[in-house]
Nanobody
Framework: VRLVESGGGLVEPGGSLRLSCVVS????????MKWYRQLPGKGRDLVAS????????NYADFVKGRFTISRDNAKDTVYLQMNSLNTEDTAMYYC?????????WGQGTQVTVSS
């Protein structure tokens, strides 16, 4: 199983980015998918999750109303649309898939919000 994130970069405060996570090695449609983020020296914080069909989404309070998680099971891809970015959103972003007992992570994509 392999997860590959992309879409990170440098953006000014107030800007937007769209992250993608492509999954290979299993059928994405059977799994809840999650996005996490990690600041240097800190643990990973859950940002958002989406159910296998996409019918249910959940968000951390610090991104509610600004970020949107979505998925395209036909493309084995999960997205994180990030709007109204601020400097506190600067972090490495990771997608995650749990197939008990295994936990899979991508390599991460860096998001830097700075003027």
């Amino acid at each position: 199983v392999r997860l590959v994130e992309s879409g990170g970069g440098l953006v000014e405060p107030g800007g937007s980015l769209r992250l993608s996570c492509v999954v290979s090695g299993l059928a994405l449609s059977g799994f809840t998918m999650k996005w996490y983020r990690q600041l240097p020296g800190k643990g990973r914080d859950l940002v958002a999750s989406i159910s296998p069909t996409g019918a249910t989404t959940n968000y951390a309070d610090f991104v509610k109303g600004r970020f949107t998680i979505s998925r395209d099971n036909a493309k084995d891809t999960v997205y994180l649309q990030m709007n109204s970015l601020n400097t506190e959103d600067t972090a490495m972003y990771y997608c995650n898939l749990r197939d008990d007992p295994a936990m899979y992570w991508g390599q991460g994509t860096q998001v830097t919000v700075s003027s």
